[in-house]
């Protein structure tokens, strides 16, 4: 759940940002999401399949097991549908 979230939140404030098209308050905003994302969230904010991926392969503290791996990632695209779902239907409000 924590990873939709976080994925979800990642997209949300990307998407929302570039509306504006204003880069530097988005690179800000980005990173500002994720620093919290890190506190709030209880795999500290994977957000990426890419990261998933690469920290199954860690032998740290921070690397997951490669059998989580397909559950962190269905999470991730489930967070990421529903925040392109949401964004478009807020970018479609008058």
């Not at 980005?30 to 620093?35: D, E, K, L």
């Amino acid at each position: 759940m924590s990873e939709s979230l976080a994925t979800f939140g990642l997209l949300f404030v990307v998407r929302g940002c570039a509306r504006l098209r204003d880069l530097p308050a988005t690179a800000l905003a980005v990173g500002a999401y994720i620093a919290a994302a890190y506190w709030f969230t209880s795999s500290t904010s994977f957000a990426n399949p890419a990261v998933t991926c690469a920290r199954a392969l860690s032998d740290s503290f921070a690397g997951i097991r490669p059998a989580d791996v397909p559950a962190f990632v269905a999470a991730q695209l489930a967070g990421a549908g529903a925040a392109v779902a949401l964004s478009d239907w807020f970018a479609a409000k008058p």
